[in-house]
């Protein structure tokens, strides 16, 4: 059975940072391309951070220079470092984990940016 456990969300203020986990079991890890992804209240869900299975990284537009993914395959488990947090960060945060054989995603983790 696949589990895909998000953490390290919560309330911060502009400015702040945080770091989200997500531990991956019952995949096979390592071979699988793992992203971030965010929907805020009211919005479609947005592709944040990919890394993928030889630790490329993308990040898109409204996070770069701000946001890094990594991973560690020998912890089966993505980050996600989160600096210079802003209010339009706020948004409920999944990973998901993709190969060619499956898509699987976690439940999610709330990030709220507020003062």
């Known amino acids: 059975q696949v589990h895909l456990v998000e953490s390290g969300g919560g309330l911060v203020q502009p400015g702040g940072s945080l770091r989200l986990s997500c531990a991956a079991s019952?995949?096979?890890?390592?071979?699988?391309?793992m992203g971030w992804y965010r929907q805020a209240p009211g919005k479609q869900r947005e592709l944040v951070a990919v890394i993928t299975s030889d630790e490329r990284t993308n990040t898109t537009e409204p996070v770069k220079g701000r946001f890094t993914i990594s991973r560690d395959n020998a912890k089966n488990t993505v980050y996600l470092q989160m600096n210079s947090l802003k209010p339009e960060d706020t948004a409920v945060y999944f990973c998901n984990a993709k190969s060619t054989k499956f898509d699987y995603w976690g439940q999610g983790t709330q990030v709220t940016v507020s003062s």
């Open positions: 019952g995949i096979i890890f390592r071979i699988s391309r």
